[in-house]
């Protein structure tokens, strides 16, 4: 089973940018899709964003769509959230998962958007 860890997160202010990785102890095949989970205080588990890794097809969540990017480097095994225009509802723990009910997925990391 691919183990994944989250690295990037961490305090910024309205309107800024962070960028959130997503680190694969290995991908055994590119034909997998990639999610990114996220998880606000007293709430479910939401879905952000998710990649195809061999065609590099993606989708957003409304919620974040033209603010958000997810990318892969298939080399590093690794995939990529980069985000702008951050809002205080985007405070969250930030998953990566290799399923859409994030049942494998890793520790997470904290994001937080605050003044």
């Known amino acids: 089973e691919v183990q994944l860890v989250e690295s990037g997160g961490g305090l910024v202010q309205p309107g800024g940018s962070l960028r959130l990785s997503c680190a694969a102890s290995?991908?055994?095949?590119?034909?997998?899709?990639i999610y990114w989970l996220r998880q606000a205080p007293g709430k479910g588990l939401e879905w952000v964003s998710n990649?195809?890794?061999?065609?590099?097809?993606?989708n957003y969540a409304d919620s974040v769509k033209g603010r958000f990017t997810i990318a892969t480097d298939n080399a590093k095994n690794t995939v990529y959230l980069q985000m702008n225009s951050l809002r205080s509802e985007d405070t969250a723990l930030y998953y990566c998962?290799?399923?859409?009910?994030?049942?494998?997925r890793g520790p997470g990391t904290q994001v937080t958007v605050s003044s």
């Open positions: 998962a290799t399923d859409p009910n994030g049942v494998n």
């Open positions: 290995e991908f055994q095949t590119s034909s997998i899709w």
């Open positions: 990649i195809y890794l061999r065609t590099g097809t993606t």
